[in-house]
């Protein structure tokens, strides 16, 4: 199967730390690839030049046959790549329903209609009641999204991302900060999607990384050190010295 | 509009009917000095209506605002010294003016953020004023007077005071309702989320720096239209009306009267120019009261009058 | 060729007074992250203090020293009792809350003062000129007021690079949090910096007093020329502010001197008659322009001092 998302000799440096180091790796397309390391690794540096969000000191980037190296944030996610946010950025202030509409206006035509009711314009609002749905939070939609609950916030990070209909989506710690019972439920969520999308998965939750992953690349200080199948990567001897040793060793 | 019925729609209401009936009571015997102050109060008002749409709706704090003031005003009165005292071609004039120093200003502005954006549009602003300052001809420091105010076809007479007030609330009316349906909409949408989340909304796909160039453009030309308006209410210019202490009554206005709502920044101005009247009717000092009093707004009252008035419970609806 | 000298050390010594403002300005952002337009009160308070302690006292040296340490007391309380509560708020909100405060004192000094304005004459021993060129001779006051400020210009910077003091001025800039968790008394610190801006803008409000004004308002019309400093300058670095003041000094001054035959060189008399006062003022608001266009964060940002 090609490669839906493919990177080059991808490097940056800020000042003196090298945080991504002469990458080389691919995303073959409708599988889901997760990305693991040690904290300082540069997993969310490589999610922010993929999106857009920085762009590389050298290096080529990859999707569905084009270079996008210096395609524009807003302009990747018309293009069919989409991202999850690590950090919760979503529009507080706003309805729940307003968030994911607003992706769905993205995607939409432009914006500079003046006059129309945006929040009655059924081309926008229904497609977001879809994607609500799809993770579980249509009966949500018309709180403010700063109500929501942590958990709930990672699930309409998610509509957000799927809003748009991705061709591949990249999540940025989509478990960060998740009791088990609201992993469990976001595991069910991404092994549903994956059917249907190419999935790019940063995660530090193991359990979530092995259920899910088609393939898994090891990043250490920027560098991909091991790339395979999961049970290649878990009896890998590097793999376990650089990263999971540590891992089993803190959870004792 | 859900939960029709609140105190605050009720005080809304009652102040729309109180401007609309304010001439019929100034022509029963009422003093005619309120119509002169209640004039200026409508003009304002839609300025700050035009800068609550960048700064409540949009986040972009403009403290440069009163230039499209002078702009507006200083086209009328120009084009008056020159001797053009027709409307038609006057208040054009105004409108393309401001849409375009809107467009240079923003431009440039826009490439900023937070506190780099506030001193950039205060800077500008005060750049128009220097500017308008040394040109000798329309009256440098001392101001320009306007001899006939900007002529129409009869039967609109702009020297006709409660004429010209009917004109200034029609133009407020119109203001808010436009400023309202442009929130609303699509572009509305856009120009609110990157006030919420700008990263957030260029990683969905909105390249935001037009979207809010164009809402600054409306913006300064809406005002532009006020400043003509105020020239006509003064037959006056002075450099004076774009020094940005008068950007930072505008801001005043749109914070005291409740940002981001719809009818918010006409409170705000009806407020603050009533108080002020108030105010130096007691003391000739009454700045020293009003500043203060700003600051008690800004640490306690953040969400204005709109804020007091409606429930403190979060309402995520219309207007 | 005489003029030219004048002209450029008149841009020297504007270019140093407006640095003082904008160093205190910066500091204050830079490690407070506070937007302070009072600051010109500041200013303007430095101004009429002096005037009227040399005023009451005779004697120069001690009238301004006075005023000096007046102004650091006002700025303290002010920060006390207003500033403490604007900490950490959107800056909307400093904005406001200090645009009250400038309200509040242009009244308060009206109010003491009345109206007129004071003035502030300089003792004869500073009211000479010097000989600093074959044939060129100059204001002593205006020298003394360069000498001052870069004396004071090196003082911030050994403050701000060799001291105890400084090091948590410049740990405070990059981290808040890291520096109360150690310990240091944040608020003391705070109540400091912000006294030692308050009395760079009393000291800069003073010191033109003698050749410029003393009125109600002088604040505000120089804040604009500060911010725009710290803007070119960067937010929160005082190098910055000290090349960018001196720059701003330089082509105001000489902008305003030389400009004007420029022009009349191009355009009709009248023209230039017309247009020469209102480009001059433009001049400094087109580099800020220029530097915004080039590299909008300044040009020398926060991390650098």
Redesign the interface.
């Given at each position: 199967m090609a490669d839906l998302l493919r990177v080059d000799s991808l490097a940056k440096r800020f000042g003196g730390i090298v945080a991504t180091d002469d990458l080389d790796f691919g995303v073959a397309e409708g599988e889901l690839h997760a990305v693991i390391g040690p904290n300082g690794a540069g997993k969310t540096t490589l999610i922010a030049q993929l999106s857009g969000q920085l762009s590389p000191d050298s290096g080529r980037i990859h999707f569905a046959g084009n270079d996008i190296t210096a395609v524009p944030m807003y302009a990747r996610s018309a293009l069919g790549l989409a991202r999850s946010f690590q950090i919760t950025s979503l529009f507080l202030d706003l309805s729940v329903l307003d968030n994911v509409a607003l992706a769905v206006q993205a995607h939409a035509g432009h914006s500079f209609r003046f006059w129309r009711d945006a929040r009655r314009e059924a081309e926008l609002r229904d497609p977001a009641r879809a994607a609500l749905t799809r993770v579980g939070l249509s009966g949500r939609a018309d709180l403010p999204a700063s109500a929501l609950s942590h958990g709930e916030h990672r699930q309409l990070e998610l509509a957000m991302a799927l809003a748009s209909s991705p061709r591949m989506l990249l999540l940025d710690e989509p478990m960060a900060g998740l009791g088990p019972e609201e992993s469990a439920r976001m595991v069910t969520m991404l092994r549903a999607l994956k059917k249907e999308l190419t999935i790019l998965l940063v995660e530090h939750d193991m359990e979530a990384v092995f259920a899910l992953a088609d393939r898994i690349t090891v990043l250490v200080y920027g560098r991909v050190i091991a790339t395979g199948k999961p049970e290649d990567i878990r009896s890998n001897a590097q793999v376990r010295d650089a990263y999971l040793g540590e891992q089993e060793a803190a959870n004792g | 509009m859900n939960g029709w019925f609140s105190v605050r729609n009720a005080a809304i209401v009652a102040l729309l009917l109180a401007l609309v009936l304010l001439p019929v009571y100034v022509e029963m015997g009422g003093s005619r000095f309120l119509l002169t102050l209640f004039t200026r109060i409508l003009i304002l008002a839609m300025a700050a209506v035009s800068l609550n749409l960048i700064l409540g709706y949009g986040g972009m704090m403009s403290f440069g605002h009163a230039a499209y003031l002078g702009i507006g005003g200083y086209a009328v009165g120009m084009l008056a010294h020159e001797g053009i005292f027709s409307g038609f071609i006057q208040w054009p004039v105004a409108l393309l003016a401001s849409a375009l120093f809107a467009l240079v200003i923003g431009a440039l502005s826009l490439r900023t953020r937070g506190v780099y954006f506030i001193m950039i549009t205060l800077a500008f602003a005060q750049m128009a004023y220097y500017v308008v300052a040394g040109l000798a001809r329309y009256g440098g420091d001392d101001g320009l007077t306007i001899y006939k105010r900007s002529q129409f076809v009869a039967p609109l007479d702009l020297s006709n005071k409660i004429q010209f007030y009917y004109i200034c609330l029609a133009l407020l009316f119109a203001s808010i309702y436009l400023v309202w349906r442009i929130v609303n909409s699509r572009f509305g949408m856009a120009i609110q989320g990157a006030r919420s989340n700008d990263t957030r909304m260029r990683a969905i796909g909105f390249p935001t720096y037009r979207y809010k160039l164009v809402c600054f453009i409306i913006a300064g030309t809406m005002c532009g239209l006020a400043g003509a308006l105020l020239a006509n209410h003064t037959d006056f210019v002075s450099p004076a009306m774009m020094y940005w202490t008068r950007s930072g009554d505008l801001i005043i206005m749109v914070v005291l009267g409740g940002m981001g709502s719809a009818f918010g920044p006409l409170v705000g101005a009806v407020a603050l120019l009533v108080l002020e009247e108030v105010l130096s009717g007691i003391t000739e000092y009454w700045q020293i009261i009003l500043g203060p009093l700003l600051l008690l707004v800004v640490l306690f009252a953040r969400g204005g009058i709109d804020g007091l008035l409606g429930k403190v419970r979060h309402r995520v609806s219309h207007g | 060729m005489t003029l030219f000298i004048e002209q450029c050390l008149n841009g020297l010594q504007f270019g140093l007074l407006l640095f003082l403002l904008a160093a205190g300005l910066t500091l204050v952002?830079g490690i407070m992250d506070l937007?302070n337009l009072a600051h010109g009160s500041l200013y303007m308070i430095g101004a009429y203090f002096a005037a009227t302690f040399v005023a009451w006292t005779g004697n120069f040296i001690f009238g301004v020293v006075l005023a000096l340490g007046a102004t650091l007391l006002v700025g303290m309380v002010v920060e006390v009792v207003?500033m403490r509560?604007?900490y950490g708020r959107d800056?909307?909100?400093h904005?406001?809350?200090t645009?009250?405060?400038?309200?509040?004192?242009?009244?308060?000094v009206?109010?003491v003062w009345g109206p007129e304005g004071l003035t502030l004459p300089l003792p004869s021993w500073l009211n000479t000129s010097m000989q600093i060129l074959p044939g060129v001779d100059y204001s002593a006051y205006k020298l003394s007021i360069i000498v001052v400020t870069l004396a004071v210009a090196i003082f911030l910077y050994v403050l701000v690079m060799r001291t105890r003091i400084g090091m948590l001025i410049r740990a405070g800039a990059s981290n808040r949090e890291m520096v109360g968790a150690l310990g240091v008394n944040i608020k003391l610190l705070y109540t400091l910096v912000f006294g030692l801006g308050a009395a760079l803008a009393g000291l800069a409000g003073l010191m033109q007093a003698p050749i410029l004004t003393v009125q109600i308002g002088m604040g505000?019309n120089i804040l604009?020329l500060a911010?725009?400093i710290?803007?070119i300058g960067g937010?929160g670095s005082i190098r910055g502010a000290l090349v960018a003041a001196i720059f701003v000094g330089f082509i105001d001054t000489l902008g305003r001197a030389f400009f004007p035959d420029l022009l009349r060189m191009v355009l009709s008399k009248e023209a230039a008659?017309?247009?020469?006062?209102?480009?001059?003022?433009?001049l400094i608001?087109l580099l800020?322009?220029v530097v915004?266009?080039v590299k909008?964060?300044g040009l020398f940002s926060a991390s650098g001092k």
């Open positions: - | - | 952002f937007v207003v509560r604007l800056h909307l909100d904005v406001l809350g645009f009250g405060l400038i309200l509040f004192f242009d009244e308060l009206r109010l505000e604009i911010f725009v710290t803007v937010i008659a017309t247009a020469a006062p209102a480009l001059s003022s433009m608001y800020m322009a915004l266009v909008p964060e």
